[in-house]
C-alpha cells in the first residue's frame, strides 16, 4: 500500500507494457477474462464502421459482440474498449464523444498503426510527436470522434531533456528498469 508520503517504486511486473529499447517485442492479444479494473465506453451511431477502424487501424480485436448494442474490443491485458450503439435521441450525431483515450504500444509498432488508420481515414491522424515524459504519441480521430493518442515509451537516454524532465518532478529509472 502507498500513500502520498511513500516514493515510487518498480511495478513492471504487473504490466503487459515491456520495457521500452530496440529488442522490445510486443506481448500477443490478450484473450483471457478478467475483472476489468478500467475500461472505456464509446457510443456510436455505426458499430460495423466503428469496429472496422478499431480492428485494421488501431490493433485491437472483437473479443465478444451483442449484435447491435456493443462490441467489447480488446488489445493487451487492460487495453478494454467497449464500443456501444448510440441513442441518436440522446448523443446527435454531430457531437464527438467527451473524451480522449491513450493506449500504449512499443515503438517499432506506432508508425504502422499510423499508417493502417491513415489508409481507412486520411486527414485522421496527426503527426508523431516527442513528449517530456519520454514517449513518443500519434493523435488520432476515430469515425466516433473519440480522440485516440497512441503512445510509445522510447529507451531511457540518461543524458536527455526527457531524463531530466522526470528527474526533475522525482521519477528516476531504476537499475532493473532503466
Known sequence: MTDQHTPYYDAFEISPVP???????APEPYRGIYGMPAFVTIPTHDLSTSTQFWTAGLGFFELFTIP?????????????????????ATLPASEPPALTYSYACILTELDGIAADCRALAPGAVGDPR????????????????????????????????????????????SQEHP
Open 19 to 25: 520495457p521500452p529499447g530496440p529488442d522490445a517485442v
Open 68 to 88: 447491435g448494442t456493443l462490441v467489447h474490443l480488446r488489445r493487451w491485458a487492460f487495453q478494454d474498449v467497449l464500443l456501444v450503439a448510440a441513442d441518436p
Open 130 to 173: 516527442d513528449t517530456p515524459w519520454n514517449s513518443r504519441e500519434v493523435e488520432i480521430l476515430t469515425p466516433e470522434n473519440a480522440r485516440i493518442v497512441v503512445t510509445a515509451a522510447k529507451p531511457y537516454e540518461p543524458d536527455s531533456a526527457a531524463a531530466r524532465s522526470l528527474a526533475a518532478i522525482g521519477i528516476t529509472p
